[in-house]
C-alpha cells in the first residue's frame, strides 16, 4: 500500500524557517518524481515545488523561487522541503504527492500546517 | 501562471449529471493532453479522479468522465449520488510546471 506521511509542520514567524519531511513507503521511491502542493487556509490548490526520480532536476513556483529548497532522499524514501525567509502568505496545509509519468499525482499525503505569524 | 478558470459551484439532484468547465490557455491546457482532476472532501487530501483528460484511475466509477476542447476541460459527473458532494479542482500538468483551476463546489441538492 502507498503511504505518504508529512512532519514538520508548526509555528513559525515572519522570516523564519522550516522543513517539512515527507516519508514514502509502499512503492519504489527512487522510480518516481515527487511534488509539494500548498492549500492556504479556505482556498484552493497552488503547485510548490517538484523533483525528478532521480539526478535532481528541480522546479518552483514563483512565488517560492529562491526561499524554498526541494530534495529528495532515495536511500530514505524520504522527500523534503526547506523553506526559508517564510512570509504570511506561505501559511497552508502543505501536501507531498507522488507523480505520474504523465505530470499527474496519483498519492497524497494527509498533509502538514505551516503557520506564519508573529 | 494564472489558475485555470472553473465556476464556482455548481448543483444536481441525485441522479442527475453535472459538468464542471476548466478554462485555460493555449499554453497550459490547450497545449498538451495533461490534464487531471482531483475531488477533496472537506478536511481530506485531495484524491485524483481523472488524468490525461479522459484517463480513470483504478477505483473511480465510471460516472466520472473527462473530455477537452481548446484551452477547456471538462469533468463530467452523471448519476450524481451523495458523496460527490465536494470540492473539484483540475489541474494543467507541464514539464517544470503545473498550474491549478480556482476550484468548484458541487452540491448535491
Known amino acids: 500500500e502507498v503511504q505518504l506521511l508529512e512532519s514538520g509542520g508548526g509555528l513559525v514567524a515572519p522570516g523564519g524557517s522550516l522543513t517539512l519531511s515527507c516519508a514514502a513507503s509502499?512503492?519504489?521511491?527512487?522510480?518516481?518524481?515527487m511534488i509539494w502542493v500548498r492549500q492556504p487556509p479556505d482556498e484552493g490548490l497552488e503547485w510548490v515545488s517538484a523533483?525528478?526520480?532521480?539526478?535532481?532536476?528541480?522546479y518552483y513556483a514563483d512565488s517560492v523561487r529562491g526561499r524554498f529548497t526541494i530534495s529528495k532522499d532515495n536511500s530514505r524514501d524520504t522527500l523534503y522541503l526547506q523553506m526559508n525567509g517564510l512570509r504570511a502568505e506561505d501559511t497552508a496545509v502543505y501536501y507531498c504527492?507522488?507523480?505520474?509519468?504523465?505530470?499527474?499525482?496519483?498519492?497524497w499525503g494527509q498533509g502538514t500546517l505551516v503557520a506564519v505569524s508573529s | 501562471q494564472s489558475a485555470l478558470t472553473q465556476p464556482r459551484s455548481v448543483s444536481g439532484s441525485p441522479g442527475q449529471s453535472v459538468t464542471i468547465s476548466c478554462t485555460g490557455t493555449?499554453?497550459?491546457?490547450?497545449?498538451?493532453?495533461?490534464v487531471s482532476w482531483y475531488q477533496q472532501h472537506p478536511g481530506k487530501a485531495p484524491k485524483l479522479m481523472m488524468y490525461?483528460?479522459?484517463k480513470r484511475p483504478s477505483g473511480v466509477p465510471d460516472r466520472f468522465s473527462g473530455s477537452k476542447s481548446g484551452n477547456t476541460a471538462s469533468l463530467t459527473i452523471s448519476v450524481l449520488q451523495s458523496d460527490d458532494e465536494a470540492d473539484y479542482y483540475c489541474?494543467?500538468?507541464?514539464?517544470?510546471?503545473?498550474?491549478f483551476g480556482t476550484g468548484t463546489k458541487v452540491t448535491v441538492l
Open positions: 490525461d483528460v479522459f
Open positions: 489541474c494543467a500538468n507541464g514539464r517544470g510546471y503545473n498550474v
Open positions: 504527492a507522488r507523480i505520474l509519468s504523465s505530470g499527474a499525482f496519483d498519492y
Open positions: 523533483v525528478a526520480a532521480s539526478y535532481g532536476n528541480t
Open positions: 493555449s499554453s497550459d491546457v490547450g497545449a498538451y493532453n495533461y
Open positions: 509502499g512503492f519504489i521511491f527512487s522510480n518516481y518524481a
